[in-house]
């Protein structure tokens, strides 16, 4: 696989929560707002680029047996680090997301990089991929925090959008919200899917149709 | 007992990567450490800046502790220029909020009247109870309000205090451990002064 290859397949194809739908306990716990969302998502792209960089580091050299164990390990060092490293330098947004931050380590989307990829992959193929599956997943919660803020709140990023008469869709920053909110967006995706689907096929099919269309146009 | 080679490189592997870890983790904790005390100091700080009038003091510096253990309570006193004590500030818990505790910052004038309370940490649900943190207006209920001027509950319990629209158990529970804090003032009231009387003005701390 190509370098772009990659990103396209952990950014959208296999997006971690549109395709995959893992990581759904930070996902659906912290993105009452978009700003929550974003800082959630560059912990998480913190962690995997680090866990995915020692993880092809020591591809073949920690025993197969052993592996999960190991692997937690390294992603438990690199929750803790960021953690440490937020509550220092990010004290507010630390006290805000706090419990989640922890929870990263089982965030099985992680795991399931170090296992699938990077212990199969080269460093920079790794690198590549944690920054994809990281920012794929910074982008859903983005959007999901966003969708749930902009209606229940009228708001976005903080920003007032729909002005200080909006009343409060309360039930969108609850937890149904989210679950509602998902279901929505997730049949956004699909529908992008299956149109980009019905246009590989058709260009597949009829290559030469496409060149006139596109003449026209 | 035996160990096969295969055995013997597990355990080396998973001790390496924890030794590696744990190093990292102490590095981490090195650099982080003073940041950390610095960010939670600052932190206290504005709260205190809120709920104490307006002083002259560090607070947090002038902190002394009533009573003893587990029913220990630090208290911030504020002090004007001249190094007169012109408030109090100090925290108490709310053990029976909707989601857990809720910590709540009290500062009071010297007559034992409130200036401001805020809420410090919390885990009420956003929109219903987390109104204790955004509503001004609720909060503001509280200032110049001391034990014997208000009916200290809610006013589906027959109180003063609003309860929110779908929410009484979060301000419930505030209103109650505001009103635990006046009744701490009051009983403590002369320790209060004590350790204060005791020092010289612009006199350094050890």
Not at chain 1, 120 to 129: Q, R, T
Not at chain 1, 196 to 207: I, L, V
Not at chain 2, 16 to 37: C, F, M, N, S
């Amino acid at each position: 696989m190509t370098k772009s290859e990659v990103f396209y397949d952990g950014f959208w194809h296999n997006n971690a929560i549109f395709a995959q739908l893992l990581g759904m306990c930070p996902l659906l716990g912290v993105t009452t707002s978009a700003g929550n969302g974003f800082w959630m998502g560059a912990a998480t792209v913190l962690v995997l680029l680090g866990s995915n960089l020692v993880v092809s580091l020591v591809r073949g050299v920690i025993p197969k047996n052993v592996r999960i164990p190991a692997y937690i390990t390294i992603i438990a060092a690199f929750v803790t680090i960021v953690g440490m490293a937020m509550n220092a330098w990010m004290h507010e947004m630390y006290l805000v997301l706090g419990l989640f931050i922890p929870l990263i380590v089982v965030n099985c989307a992680i795991l399931g990089r170090a296992e699938a990829f990077a212990s199969k992959n080269s460093v920079s193929d790794s690198l590549v991929d944690a920054l994809a599956v990281g920012s794929g997943f910074t982008f859903a919660l983005v959007l999901l925090g966003g969708v749930r803020e902009l209606f229940g709140q009228g708001e976005f990023f903080g920003v007032s959008v729909f002005g200080d008469s909006y009343p409060d869709m309360l039930m969108f920053i609850l937890p149904p919200g989210a679950f509602i909110a998902l279901g929505f967006i997730l049949a956004g995706v699909n529908l992008i899917n299956r149109k980009m689907k019905a246009r590989a096929s058709r260009q597949a099919a009829a290559p030469a149709q496409m060149e006139v269309v596109e003449v026209q146009s | 007992m035996k160990f096969d080679k295969e055995q013997l490189q597990m355990v080396l592997a998973l001790f390496v990567v924890a030794v590696i870890a744990a190093t990292l983790l102490g590095l981490t904790d090195i650099v982080t450490r003073g940041p950390i005390a610095a960010a939670e100091k600052e932190a206290l700080r504005s709260a205190l800046a809120q709920v104490l009038p307006k002083h002259a003091n560090d607070a947090q510096g002038d902190m002394f502790v009533i009573g003893k253990e587990k029913r220990a309570v630090s208290v911030y006193p504020g002090k004007d220029k001249a190094g007169k004590i012109n408030g109090f500030a100090w925290e108490v818990t709310a053990p029976d909020g909707y989601a857990g505790s809720i910590r709540i910052l009290v500062g009071l004038y010297p007559d034992g009247n409130i200036h401001a309370i805020r809420v410090t940490a919390h885990k009420e649900t956003p929109g219903l109870g987390d109104g204790i943190v955004n509503d001004s207006g609720w909060l503001a209920a509280f200032a110049g309000q001391n034990l014997e001027s208000r009916n200290w509950k809610v006013k589906k319990d027959g109180g003063d205090f609003d309860q929110f629209t779908g929410a009484t158990i979060t301000p419930r529970a505030v209103v109650k451990a505001v009103k635990g804090a006046l009744a701490f003032f009051a009983t403590n009231r002369e320790l209060m002064f004590a350790p204060v009387a005791e020092e010289n003005p612009g006199e350094e701390k050890p």
